[in-house]
């Protein structure tokens, strides 16, 4: 039962915002598993260095975008169709976040995080499903993969009040899609990180001993590694996860459910 179930070789991904930070940790972790991954992000020459870098261990496109525009959705999405007829798994990872206090919270920081968070994932797993559809069976679903947070599971510490939302958001959209595509074998589920290093969290762990004070408040008592993201991510596209859709799955040392 249990030989080859986590297997994923010869499958093709996509992993957004997968230059850098979570996307770049899920992006290494399938590249490594035998997936042919696309990535895409906004600058170019970031996301082309990644790529090439990636593929030293399996093979890895580059395909830059900027999904917070509707022509940034058209190009990855048209680019798709060509190169990848039959798509396997869609993790919707690129986001964005912005914080400011209550009184001060720019209206157009707000529409471009929902812009980037929400509205890009729906679209463009909208634009994709006649690959993922194409890929799908009964015994073999296609993946659609969204990146949450546990901020939008409890109230955050920070004033990040549209990057809070939003992630409550992609949790809900993603059980919302997971009703509406069982019927076409595409699972939908959505992840959501705790503490990881990334761009986003630099802040965070820029003074001395800061890494060592985080943990403390995490269960677990450290914060999170590249493969628990990769892993999971993993589990969800294989047979071992063949089973599972319309889930919130948070991987955060128990951070969100223990304290």
Not at 78 to 98: D, F, K, M, Y
Not at 104 to 109: G, V
Not at 202 to 221: C, D, R, T, V, W
């Amino acid at each position: 039962m249990g030989e080859g179930i986590f297997e994923l070789k010869g499958k093709s991904a996509v992993v957004t915002g997968g230059s850098r930070g979570i996307g770049l940790m899920i992006a290494e972790g399938l590249v490594k598993a035998g997936v042919r991954v696309f990535i895409s992000s906004r600058k170019a020459e970031v996301c082309d260095e990644v790529a090439a870098n990636l593929s030293k261990d399996g093979e890895c496109i580059s395909i830059p975008a900027d999904l917070s525009t509707a022509s940034g959705i058209d190009h990855l999405g048209s680019e798709l169709e060509s190169q990848a007829p039959e798509l396997h798994i869609l993790v919707n990872n690129a986001g964005t976040a912005w914080g400011a206090p209550l009184e001060e919270y720019p209206p157009e920081s707000f529409n471009k995080v929902w812009a980037v968070n929400v509205q890009a994932p729906f679209h463009l797993t909208q634009k994709l499903l006649p690959q993922l559809k194409a890929a799908a069976s009964p015994e073999d679903p296609a993946r659609v993969i969204n990146i949450g947070s546990i901020d939008g599971l409890r109230v955050p510490a920070l004033e990040n009040y549209a990057y809070s939302a939003s992630k409550a958001g992609i949790h809900q959209l993603s059980r919302h899609m997971a009703s509406a595509l069982v019927g076409h074998f595409i699972t939908v589920n959505a992840i959501a990180p705790g503490l990881f290093p990334s761009r986003m969290t630099k802040f965070m762990f820029e003074n001395e001993g800061a890494e060592q004070a985080l943990a403390s408040a995490i269960p677990l008592q450290r914060v999170g590694r590249p493969e628990d993201m990769a892993g999971t991510v993993i589990f969800l596209s294989s047979r071992a996860g063949s089973y599972v859709t319309g889930a919130v799955i948070p991987v955060d040392g128990g951070a969100a459910t223990l304290r």
